[in-house]
């Protein structure tokens, strides 16, 4: 019985998501789920350049990969930047700073460098904690080649990517209300 049970629960399950009226995965910017019967349109990167500075602290939003390094918590924001904090006193840890990084993808750091994936370039950064500066050392283009139109499901409506505005990061829904271009 129990596994006559098992059988019918996994068949229905299956056949819950079948149809265009279904939600389907991958998540875009935002996490909510593409939606086959709305538009979507392309998010583009603000800009390439990383600051030499770190910006003035702010709160966290959406906490991503955490890194100890010496006393410092490094909170990655994905698709937005680096948290610094120091916490030299971990009763106490002061936010000392935020690097922000646009479509930042992941990072690790070493001797002072922080090495991001940042859009599909792997980047190379010196940082200097009591300073808060930053010094872009190397930037190896392309070395995470990444199709955006791969994460969109078949049969997504989208507005038609304009290639002169910059690099796609990411989609949100759009308020457009026809396009030309589909998935």
């Known amino acids: 019985m129990k596994r006559l049970f098992f059988l019918l629960t996994i068949n229905l399950s299956l056949w819950s998501c079948i149809g265009d009226d279904c939600c389907v995965d991958p998540l875009p910017p935002g996490n909510t789920r593409f939606d086959l019967n709305k538009i979507y349109e392309p998010i583009y990167a603000e800009t390439t350049e ?75 950064l010196k940082i200097n904690f009591e300073q808060s500066t930053v010094e872009e050392v190397q930037r190896l283009s392309d070395q995470f080649p990444h199709n955006v139109y791969d994460e969109l499901p078949p049969g997504l409506k989208i507005v038609c990517p304009d290639e002169s505005k910059g690099e796609i990061i990411g989609w949100k829904e759009s308020k457009a209300t026809s396009t030309k271009c589909k998935r």
Request: glycine share 6%; aromatic share 8%; proline share 5%.
């Open 50 to 124: 990383i600051p030499t500075q770190l910006a003035k602290k702010r709160a966290i939003e959406s906490a991503g990969q955490v890194t100890i390094y010496q006393h410092y918590l490094m909170i990655a924001e994905s698709g937005i930047g680096i948290h610094i904090i120091n916490n030299e006193n971990p009763e106490n840890p002061q936010k000392i700073g935020f690097l922000p990084i646009a479509a930042i993808n992941g990072f690790s750091i070493k001797n002072d460098f922080i090495y991001a994936k940042h859009l599909s370039d792997l980047v190379v």
